[in-house]
């Protein structure tokens, strides 16, 4: 039997690792020709579409020839099972076998497809709509494990709340909403159909961070690329800002918001400058028309991920911290630089001194809690005692992810 310690609010559903056929199966007729494909181009296999290829890390090796070569880059040394020509993180089956391998319950999946630019937007909606309804075939397998998110076309905001209300009728928890494709800030009035739909619907607005689809990484000269990955944490410092400043929390309490994969050691900061902005300048309290200050919105309703973070363990000792509320595990699987499968003796060296029900509620129930997850058999979920001395004497061996 399996025992969980942990779930996981930011695993990865990559296009690498997509079905080859998986839009012209579900595309309409007459999307076929400019719709995504696999073609092969210079002894490699690449996605294409509108007649552009896509290479390097976001338009990526598909399935076919070098699949091989990804399952050794991705699960080499971890001691997952991986099947010669499998897909793992498309998988249902083998997805939930690599959860357990981790002790991973539950799963939220952000989907590469958001960083792809489609010029037609009838296209772009098309290709939107057929991987919804692919990735909801997958969570059907155990739709309380699995949550791998649907892309709402934020490029076109009158859709959004009807393909929220339409996911929710199929069994949806959550999806994903892009503010760097958004048409509009968050913070724009645009949105309220789309605030109230998610609030009426109960589904988790997931956000990752990144940047627009059309925006290449930067070169890897003097730096550029570095100091860019370096910041891309607080790519999300401003939709926050906007979504709790233009009071959309206010106004619709059962509004869930998760931002993934910005870690957490910035973000008290974060809480408590806009809450000096909002309380202690004089006048700006009233000129926000918020009537609880912006830290107790994002308390009730605001999730931030994390997969490694001392700054944030340090943060965690004081009583008083914003993260001791808000903050939940995500593995980042399948990515060489996540936790999966075994986090726990870094979890030993970050939770060191805390309560081992405040580490569950971490790793485990907060997330369980706030994406309304039945989750295991008691008997399944780790006592406090083996959460408390999890990791202890152990070590992680990073070679074996490189």
């Known amino acids: 039997m399996v025992t969980y310690k942990y779930n996981s609010a930011d695993n990865h559903l990559d296009q690498r690792w997509l079905p080859r056929n998986l839009w012209q199966d579900r595309v309409a007729a007459k999307f076929k020709e400019m719709a995504p494909k696999v073609i092969e181009q210079d002894g490699g296999e690449f996605w294409a579409w509108e007649g552009k290829v896509m290479g390097g890390r976001d338009g990526g090796t598909a399935d076919g020839r070098d699949n091989e070569k990804l399952l050794k880059q991705f699960f080499g040394g971890s001691g997952a099972r991986t099947p010669a020509g499998s897909l793992p993180p498309c998988d249902p089956a083998l997805l939930l076998e690599h959860m357990d391998f981790g002790n991973i319950y539950g799963v939220v999946g952000f989907g590469g497809t958001r960083k792809w630019p489609i010029d037609d937007m009838e296209l772009r909606l098309e290709v939107h709509r057929a991987y919804a309804d692919w990735v909801m075939e997958l969570n059907a397998f155990d739709p309380d494990r699995l949550m791998q998110l649907p892309v709402l076309p934020v490029f076109d905001p009158a859709s959004v709340p009807g393909e929220i209300r339409r996911l929710a009728g199929i069994g949806c928890k959550a999806a994903e909403f892009v503010p760097f494709d958004a048409a509009e800030p968050l913070f724009h009035a645009v949105w309220e159909p789309a605030w109230e739909a998610f609030d009426e619907t109960g589904m988790v607005m997931c956000s990752h961070i990144g940047a627009a689809a059309d925006a290449p990484y930067p070169p890897e000269d003097r730096g550029e690329r570095m100091a860019y990955f370096t910041c891309a944490p607080f790519s999300v410092a401003r939709p926050i800002s906007d979504i709790v400043y233009s009071g959309a929390l206010m106004r619709h309490p059962g509004l869930k918001v998760l931002f993934a994969e910005c870690r957490a050691g910035w973000i008290p900061f974060l809480s408590y400058w806009m809450d000096r902005q909002a309380a202690e300048r004089p006048g700006m309290f009233e000129n926000t028309g918020l009537d609880m200050l912006p830290s107790e919105y994002m ?12 700054i944030a363990a340090q943060m965690l000792t004081h009583e008083d911290n914003i993260l001791r509320d808000i903050l939940v595990f995500g593995a980042d699987y399948p990515h060489p ?66």
């Open 337 to 402: 630089q996540g936790t999966w499968p075994d986090p726990a003796p870094i979890f030993h060296k970050m939770f060191e001194g805390l309560g081992a029900e405040l580490r569950h509620e971490i790793v485990f129930g907060r997330m369980q809690k706030f994406f309304n997850m039945t989750g295991p058999d008691a008997s399944q979920i780790a006592t406090l005692d083996e959460i408390a001395e999890d990791g202890a004497g152990r070590r992680r061996d990073h070679a074996s992810f490189e």
């Open 299 to 310: 308390k009730r309703q605001v999730r931030v991920t994390f997969e490694e973070d001392e």
